[in-house]
């Protein structure tokens, strides 16, 4: 019983003790810096709405950073705006405008450094090089911001959302626009980035490498550069995504290089040079992806090995299947073609003949680019049905024993 009682009057205590420290033309401190510096863990100071200057601000205890009606942090192209060194730190309803440029350091509007339990809520970036950064931080909550700046190439530009060695991160219903990347993870562990909206970015809506057992859910990557990339990670979840316009000589839904024991199901791969681009990976399930209107659906590289192509829709690509090699490690099973012209006497909703979604047409533009201009010719028409009958130059083994009939409802 008495140490109940402590426990609820050091809680009291705590409570009471809390302050609420005002920042305003009108309010009892007149800038940001000088009432982070007065301020105590477990306060919150709250800035109404104006135009702050005040170079770089470093929080370096447990605060509440909150605005009111969108306040200004104006770091003049010049200086990195925040820097956290606390764990425990919210700061919620800023707008971030002008960090500073570098071409040697990452300058951010916000870094996390070295810290735990941040929460980066519903704020605005405009015209960042790096919008979020976060270093060696762990279980931060990175959720509800709109980060939009000016990116006309690689090389001058930062990435919207950057985590780095960091653990269990929560990145969620952000909107990144005209970064680098919209979203990058280097040697990030056990987190996941949800429903998030990532578009017109450089380069990749999704970049990461690195970075196992991580989970991407209902998120959508759409018209960015270069589309998605996801490189030298393992443990690694994509659900119900959506990867949409992204085109380009060297753009794809989705580049999976040297990527293992993974699951990517239900996904919708729309309007892309590549739907999916499969190099070095192995032990992949993809199952249940909706694949439309690509120019080609997925490229398996002779490189992968044990993945599971099952239970997909392909419909109206130009091409569903291709790849570089003779050999082919990989099952193709149960997915639905368009293009497929079996026949079902036993009306199980199964071909009775296997399909082989490679045609001899991709393989040779895969070889010879400009050979394209004969696309949807007669002769080419000929050619791919003489080599569905007798296999000459497509992979043997490449073929779905079971393609089905009629497409999957997901």
Not at 35 to 56: L, R
């Amino acid at each position: 019983m008495k140490l109940l009682t402590g426990i609820l009057f050091f809680c009291l205590l705590s409570s009471v003790s809390a302050r609420t420290l005002r920042v305003g033309l009108t309010q009892q401190f007149r800038t940001v810096k000088q009432a982070v510096q007065q301020a105590a863990d477990g306060d919150t100071v709250m800035v109404f709405a104006g135009v702050y200057k005040e170079g770089q601000i470093t929080i370096n205890k447990k605060l509440v950073l909150l605005g009111i009606n969108f306040p200004v942090l104006d770091g003049e192209r010049k200086h990195e705006i925040i820097t956290i060194n606390a764990n425990g730190v919210v700061v919620e309803g800023f707008l971030f405008r002008n960090s500073g440029r570098s071409s040697y350091n990452d300058i951010a509007a916000l870094r996390i450094a070295e810290s735990r339990n941040v929460i980066i809520r519903n704020n605005q970036f405009q015209n960042s090089y790096f919008g979020i950064y976060s270093q060696h931080a762990t279980a931060c909550i990175i959720t509800g911001n709109k980060l939009s700046s000016d990116a006309k190439d690689e090389i001058s530009s930062g990435n919207g959302i950057h985590c780095w060695k960091s653990d269990s991160m929560q990145i969620s219903n952000n909107y990144v626009t005209g970064h680098r990347d919209g979203i990058y993870f280097e040697f990030v562990t056990n987190s996941a980035i949800k429903q998030n909206n990532s578009t017109k970015n450089v380069r990749y809506g999704l970049h990461f490498m690195f970075s196992n057992t991580n989970s991407y859910i209902s998120n959508r990557f759409t018209d960015n550069g270069a589309g998605v990339a996801v490189m030298y990670s393992k443990g690694i979840k994509m659900y119900h995504n959506t990867f949409a316009d992204n085109w380009g000589t060297a753009a794809y839904g989705i580049l999976m290089k040297d990527i293992t024991d993974s699951h990517v199901e239900g996904n919708i791969f729309k309007r892309n040079t590549v739907g999916v681009m499969m190099e070095g990976s192995n032990r992949i399930d993809l199952i249940k992806n909706s694949f439309e209107n690509n120019g080609w659906a997925l490229k398996i590289q002779a490189s992968c090995m044990e993945n599971n192509i099952k239970q997909n829709n392909f419909r109206t690509n130009s091409f569903d299947v291709a790849t570089n090699g003779e050999l082919m490690l990989n099952k193709f099973q149960r997915n639905y073609w368009d293009k497929y012209e079996g026949y079902d006497l036993n009306r199980n909703g199964i071909g009775d003949v296997p399909y082989r979604p490679v045609s001899m047409f991709s393989m040779i533009s895969e070889r010879n680019n400009s050979s394209m201009m004969l696309y949807r010719s007669f002769i080419v028409g000929l050619l791919d049905k003489a080599e569905k009958m007798l296999p000459v130059i497509t992979p043997v083994e490449l073929k779905d024993d079971e393609p089905l009939m009629k497409p999957i409802k997901f």
